[in-house]
């Protein structure tokens, strides 16, 4: 079984929508990373989680990290076409900082105007 | 500031050739990461560079190798291509303190045929 999953695998939402991605870690997480890809394209860093409990914004996009479920959650707040891509979470395991994260295998958000 | 930048975006090469993929990560970032997206398969760590030195490979075979330049720019090299070598290679870079997070690129699309 794969060590970070992540839930859905693919979501189709009304424009103005919230939604919830999750992200699911299997080992004990000393960081969190999340990010964005467009189809076939580079990586974008949204937001990086460290301890347990902490909790993140930027514009529209909010991530939590909950330290005992050793998980993750994204939530889109009035989703837009701009928020439609792949949203990949990527799990440290080592303590030492983003060297060699591990990712999940994303889920694919399309926003219908 | 310029982001990661490689080269060449897409490449298609014949089953048993060999590849060299380019990448210059953003100035000041003296880490460079290697990982290939594969369809179905999710974003694989291949190798990370820093100061010049290999510091960690993932679970990938020997024909896949790099170095570093002292301008901390990066190339992924790719022996007896296969064609299960097709993906996405995608090129990060980090300043190199623990937490940073990755910068990526937007990938060089390599066929295998």
């Known amino acids: 079984s794969q060590e970070l999953e992540q839930s859905p695998q693919s979501l189709i939402v009304q424009e103005g929508k919230n939604l919830t991605i999750n992200c699911t870690s299997s080992k004990t997480l000393y960081g969190l990373y999340w990010y964005k890809q467009k189809y076939g394209e580079g990586l974008i860093f949204l937001m990086m989680?460290?301890?347990?409990?902490e909790e993140k914004s930027h514009e529209k996009i909010t991530a939590k990290l909950d330290e005992k479920k050793q998980q993750s959650s994204l939530h889109i707040t009035a989703s837009q076409p701009s928020h439609a891509g792949i949203y990949l979470c990527?799990?440290?395991?080592?303590?030492?900082?983003?060297?060699?994260?591990?990712f999940g295998k994303g889920t694919k958000l399309s926003v219908i105007p | 500031e310029a982001g990661v930048t490689q080269s060449p975006t897409h490449l298609i090469k014949t089953r048993g050739q060999q590849v060299t993929l380019r990448c210059s990560p953003i100035s000041g970032h003296t880490s460079v990461y290697w990982y290939q997206q594969a369809l179905g398969l999710g974003l694989q760590f291949l190798l990370w560079y820093d100061e010049g030195e290999e510091r960690n490979r993932g679970n990938f075979p020997p024909r896949f190798s790099g170095r570093q330049f002292p301008n901390y720019s990066s190339e992924l090299n790719v022996n007896a291509l296969e064609l299960e070598d097709s993906a996405l290679y995608l090129c990060a870079s980090s300043s190199g303190q623990g937490n940073s997070p990755l910068h990526f690129g937007n990938g060089t699309r390599l066929t295998v045929t």
């Open positions: 990527g799990a440290d395991y080592s303590g030492a900082g983003s060297y060699q994260l591990t």
């Open positions: 989680l460290q301890k347990g409990g």
